[in-house]
Antibody
Framework: QVQLQESGPGLVKPSQTLSLTCTVS??????????WSWIRHHPGKGLEWVGY???????FYNPSLKSRVTISLGTSKKQFSLNLRSVTAADTAVYYC???????????WGQGTTVTVSS | QSVLTQPPSASGTPGQRVTISCSGS????????VYWYHHLPGTAPKLLIY???RRPSGVPDRFSGSKSGTSASLAISGLRSEDEADYYC???????????FGGGTKLTVL
């Protein structure tokens, strides 16, 4: 059974870079059947898709974040990462990683990690 | 401001049937599948409905989805207290080349 786990700093200073890693257990990110997403949940607001990456390394990003976001595959076949540059308080959120399958939705999610942007 | 529009809240009593709507446009719901997610803040969201009306294994048949034109809806029958959660619709948007979510509907079981 595939499980995902987010990790990274819980506090980031304004203007710095938010860096998170998602570790996949029970499966591999090198399968062509899946894509690997980041989604965030702002306090009191809805879910927001950040972007996703395929096993090949190709990426799709939310247009509103595209200039600041990079999603990359880890050197092992068990991790992928999110970098969000020049953060502000508006980037404070719970960040989730998730596995998606073509036309079948995002069916496996991590528990989420809270990131606060504050000096 | 979310691309997909949902009512912020819905409620019902145990055993009742409730429906949550999701309105979009031709570039998202009108031309792509709709998905529904169940979310308790602080926990992992859960896929409830995929491809408009299909249920992943383990999701009770009390949950059903439908789509017509640029709108979709989630119906929950035989409402239970444990159904209290936030529910989100989602779809791929061809114009944005990305996933879009509704603002979420908080379901209260009275």
């Amino acid at each position: 059974q595939v499980q995902l786990q987010e990790s990274g700093p819980g506090l980031v200073k304004p203007s710095q870079t938010l860096s998170l890693t998602c570790t996949v257990s029970g499966g591999s990110i090198s399968s062509p059947d899946y894509y690997w997403s980041w989604i965030r949940h702002h306090p009191g607001k809805g879910l927001e898709w950040v972007g996703y990456i395929y096993y090949s390394g190709s990426t799709f990003y939310n247009p509103s974040l595209k200039s600041r976001v990079t999603i990359s595959l880890g050197t092992s076949k068990k991790q992928f990462s999110l970098n969000l540059r020049s953060v502000t308080a508006a980037d404070t959120a719970v960040y989730y990683c998730a596995r998606g399958e073509y036309d079948n939705g995002m069916d496996v999610w991590g528990q989420g990690t809270t990131v606060t942007v504050s000096s | 401001q979310s691309v997909l529009t949902q009512p912020p809240s819905a409620s019902g009593t145990p055993g009742q049937r409730v429906t949550i709507s999701c309105s979009g446009s031709g570039s998202n719901i009108g031309s792509n599948y709709v998905y529904w997610y169940h979310h308790l803040p602080g926990t992992a969201p859960k896929l409830l409905i995929y491809r408009n009306n299909r249920r992943p294994s383990g999701v009770p048949d009390r949950f059903s989805g439908s789509k017509s034109g640029t709108s979709a809806s989630l119906a929950i029958s035989g409402l239970r207290s444990e159904d209290e959660a936030d529910y989100y619709c989602a779809a791929w948007d061809d114009s944005l080349s990305g996933w879009v979510f509704g603002g979420g509907t908080k379901l209260t079981v009275l």
